[in-house]
């Protein structure tokens, strides 16, 4: 009877100790991943020994022109998308997208450029920005390197395309 009992107590211990294990806070368990830095990688997407790069931030703020016509605004809306998908398909976006509301900023851009004027002269490929809808005020940003890797993976997580 007692060993019965001992082991009884003995595998309920183990079994709490698995359940703790297999329980932890997802915070505890990202302590202790370890992360190999990988050479290549850095070199490739050009990134600096904090793992940091230069881009270009654009601010798309609300342009002195919009007082389109309903089929011309869905017209523009649908070439300035069209424009975004072909900057991050040739690597030079890595980020885009509207903010929420009506406010005057209207959304972002992330430039994989390093300097605003390489950013301005993307910036005038917009046919919203030519069209006087939209206006970019533009900033040099610090961030990291794996944003340039944003576009590949959100391939992945899209099931309609823009």
């Given amino acids: ?65 919009r007082s389109q016509d309903s089929i011309t605004r869905v017209q523009l809306q649908r070439a300035h998308l069209d424009n975004i998908k072909k900057l991050a398909e040739n690597g030079k976006l890595v980020l885009a997208g509207p903010f929420f509301g009506n406010d005057s900023i209207r959304g972002i851009y992330i430039f994989n450029v390093s300097s605003i004027k390489e950013a301005k002269q993307l910036t005038n490929t917009d046919p919203a920005i030519k069209a006087g809808s939209l206006v970019m005020d533009l900033k040099e940003w610090y961030g990291s390197a794996a944003l340039v890797l944003l576009n590949n993976e959100h391939k992945k997580i899209a099931k309609k395309q823009i």
């Fill in 1 to 65: 009877m007692k060993t019965s009992n001992l082991i009884l107590i003995f595998s309920l211990f183990i079994l709490s100790c698995n359940q703790n294990q297999e329980n932890k806070p997802l915070n505890e368990s990202k302590n202790e991943l370890k992360f190999e830095y990988d050479s290549v990688l850095a070199k490739k997407i050009g990134a600096d020994d904090y793992g940091m790069k230069k881009y270009v931030m654009a601010f798309l703020k609300s342009g002195p022109n």
